[in-house]
Each structure stands twice: as structure tokens, then as C-alpha cells.
């Protein structure tokens, strides 16, 4: 199996903006197999390379209505309706907060071959495709929270065991026989 450790919150490489993806070779496929195997392990809806700690622009997605990658990903508001539902991330487990997402985005980026790609997202497939994006630019869906919720959310963080403990990397689910429920709260 290639599943992989996830970086929790406090690793550096969360925190810093991925770069674009150039060779379109065995390496990038193996990484979208790796990040796929790993967020399914997870029960996650959708995890960037960084959280295996890999800075490239590249993040998989599976939404239960729709699945796969995107390499080098933009994204677009298609109008000004919004949606405010939960969300949370698997790189700070424990953490859940609703957050204020686009509803509808235009994705566009490339496929591990580079080949242009382009498509329209509503609800939770938009949700992750913002949230993950975020993380492509060391953004974490806390920095999204308003003041008084970022600070309750940094004192949950700074209560955990994985936080205490100084632990900026989780090994595998299934090595560790642990499961997580899906990071934004929703099922599949």
C-alpha cells in the first residue's frame, strides 16, 4: 500500500506555498496514488500533496459524487452565493468549525498527462476544492474562521495529545489501526 503519514498542524510545510508541477512522469502519478490512498485510509473528502509533505500544486478529491485530481489548480467564483457548512482538515484532527465557502467554482489546472482541464463545482465539491487550494498556498481553513472562532480553535489545537505532544506528523491510519470520520463533517 502507499499510504502515507499526514503532517499535522505545526509542520512548516503546511504553512508554505506549494510549487507547480512541471514533470508529468511516473513520480506525479505515483503522488496522485499515494494522496488517493491516503484520504480514502483517512475517510477524508479530499487532501493536497502537502499533507504528505510533498510541495507540489496538486490535490485529489472524492466526494462520493465525484472523484479524481487536479495538478496546478485554479479556481473561480461562478457568482456571489455563498454556503457556511462544516469543515475540517485531516492535518488538525479533532478541529470541525462551520466556514464560509464559495457555493459554485470554476476549476481548471491539468491532468497528470498536462492536459488542460476545466470544470464547474457546487456545495461540497466546491468546498473542497477551495479548502484545498488553500492548502497549495499555506493556507488552513482556521485562517478562514472569524477572530473569536480561530481562537477557540487554536485552544482546542493547543489542547490536543497530538499538539502536546509535539507531533507535527501522524503515521498512516491503518498502521496505526485508528480511524477518522470525514473531515468536513458531511457523509458520503
Known sequence: MTIQPVRLFGDPILRARAT?????????????????????????????APQIGVGLRVFVYDTGDAAGH???PQWEVIDDEEQVGPEG?????GVRYDTRRARR??????????APVTWQAE???????????????GVLFIDRLDPAQRKEAMR??????????????RPARS???TGQANPFGLGR
Open 20 to 48: 507547480e508541477v512541471t514533470a508529468f512522469d511516473r513520480d506525479l502519478r505515483q503522488l496522485v496514488t499515494d494522496l488517493t490512498e491516503t484520504m480514502h485510509d483517512d475517510g477524508g473528502v479530499g487532501m493536497a
Open 70 to 72: 487536479l495538478v496546478n
Open 89 to 93: 482538515c485531516l492535518s488538525i484532527p
Open 105 to 114: 467554482v470554476r476549476a481548471s489546472g491539468v491532468d497528470l498527462d498536462g
Open 123 to 137: 456545495g461540497l465539491l466546491a468546498r473542497c476544492v477551495q479548502h484545498e487550494s488553500d492548502h497549495l498556498d
Open 156 to 169: 482546542t489545537i493547543r489542547e490536543s495529545e497530538w499538539f502536546s505532544a509535539g507531533s507535527t506528523v
Open 175 to 177: 498502521m496505526s489501526g
